[in-house]
């Protein structure tokens, strides 16, 4: 049987990780796993809870109930990928509001939180076959994922991205706000305690601020090509 291999891919907000991840995993027919979907439905429990908001994070309580916080991922077959579900409910949509987006640095940065999850990526990742992109996968998720890639751009081409993709599905959103938050939770996941956001030694970095995705797919897939062969 054909070998299957673990793909780790992080980066900075936006880069457009989940956009190859996506690409790859349909090319090569494994599973993707976004955990950035998952901090943010633990954020928006969070936030449905009144557990966390602009000025306050209330970390033991959430921390009370996150046994009672079960997320899994329901493959969508007329969008071609998994669909976050938080306690049964699909929240897709909910958690990519730039008001989750404001909140999920906070809450991301709990180390209890982190230990639920990372378990849980863990898990899914066992059997390889799998591209899972985030701030840490390559790091502390898949330290010895066969294939890691970092993914930067600039702030400004990033946030442009990010608003595009708001203003697209309707929501109302100003530039300003946008290119806040992505600097802003730049900060926040490269300086946290507990696995910052930090390029792994063995990663393949990806400017992509100049680079189409045509581009990058190609130069990615004769990278995974040449892992199979290996
Ligand atoms: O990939 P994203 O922008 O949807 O992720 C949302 C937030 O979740 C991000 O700002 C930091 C956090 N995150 C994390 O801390 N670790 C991960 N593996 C994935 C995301």
Do not use: H
Request: contains cysteine.
């Amino acid at each position: 049987m054909k070998k299957k291999i673990v793909i780790a891919i992080d980066g900075f907000s936006s880069t457009g990780k989940s956009t190859i991840a996506k690409l790859l995993a349909k090319k090569y027919n494994y599973i993707y796993v976004d955990t950035g979907a998952m901090y943010r439905a633990v954020t928006l429990f969070a936030k449905n809870n009144g557990f966390v908001g602009k000025d306050f994070l209330q970390k033991n309580e959430l921390l009370s109930c996150l046994k009672s916080i079960s997320l899994s991922f329901k493959f969508n077959s007329d969008l071609g990928f998994a669909e976050m579900y938080l306690n049964g409910n699909n929240v897709e949509k909910e958690i990519r509001t730039l008001e989750v987006s404001q909140l999920v640095s906070k809450v991301a940065a709990i180390s209890e939180v982190r230990k639920k999850l990372v378990a849980e990526q863990q898990q899914m990742g066992q059997e390889g076959g799998i591209v899972m992109d985030g701030r840490d996968i390559g790091t502390v998720v898949f330290p010895d994922a066969d294939l890691k890639l970092f993914m930067t751009a600039s702030a400004d081409k990033r946030a442009t991205r990010r608003y595009k993709e708001l203003i697209d599905r309707g929501d109302k959103v100003n530039f300003d706000e946008i290119l806040f938050n992505v600097q802003e939770r730049d900060r926040i996941d490269s300086t946290r305690e507990d696995s910052p956001l930090i390029k792994a030694k063995d990663a393949i970095e990806f400017d992509n601020s100049d680079m189409g995705i045509k581009e990058q797919f190609e130069r990615i897939c004769s990278l995974v090509d040449s892992k199979l062969e290996d």
